[in-house]
């Protein structure tokens, strides 16, 4: 069983950071790719970026491209996610996920763990 917990939301103004942290429990954290996700009301949960299992490779699409930041500490089982010049549209509430490979993924279907989510809130 794999164990997922999110913290570090809040509310922020416009322009602001916040930096999001995952830590996991439950299997062998070190081996496998971590993705972020996100879901704003009313709309479908998306894509915000993924980790590959060192740390080497990352991805984002293009909407957080250059603001966020995804890394990892496999030492300690935490993932993180630095946010920068956030935007009220970035207001959502934020899910680290855990997949079954080591590679970078994009697809939540590549995902199998999940955890419960951390909102934050961005002020205009």
């Known amino acids: 069983q794999v164990h997922l917990v999110e913290s570090g939301g809040g509310l922020v103004q416009a322009g602001g950071s916040l930096r999001l942290s995952c830590g996991a429990s439950?299997?062998?954290?070190?081996?496998?790719?971590m993705g972020w996700f996100r879901q704003a009301p009313g709309k479908e949960r998306e894509f915000v970026g993924t980790?590959?299992?060192?740390?080497?490779?990352?991805y984002y699409p293009d909407s957080v491209q250059g603001r966020f930041t995804i890394s990892r500490d496999n030492a300690k089982n935490t993932l993180y996610l630095q946010m920068n010049s956030l935007k009220p549209e970035d207001t959502a509430v934020y899910y680290c996920?855990?997949?079954?490979?080591?590679?970078?993924?994009?697809?939540?279907?590549?995902?199998?763990?999940w955890g419960q989510g951390t909102q934050v809130t961005v002020s205009s």
């Open positions: 996920a855990g997949a079954t490979v080591s590679g970078i993924r994009i697809r939540q279907s590549d995902y199998r763990y």
């Open positions: 439950g299997r062998t954290f070190s081996s496998y790719a």
């Open positions: 980790i590959n299992w060192s740390g080497g490779n990352t």
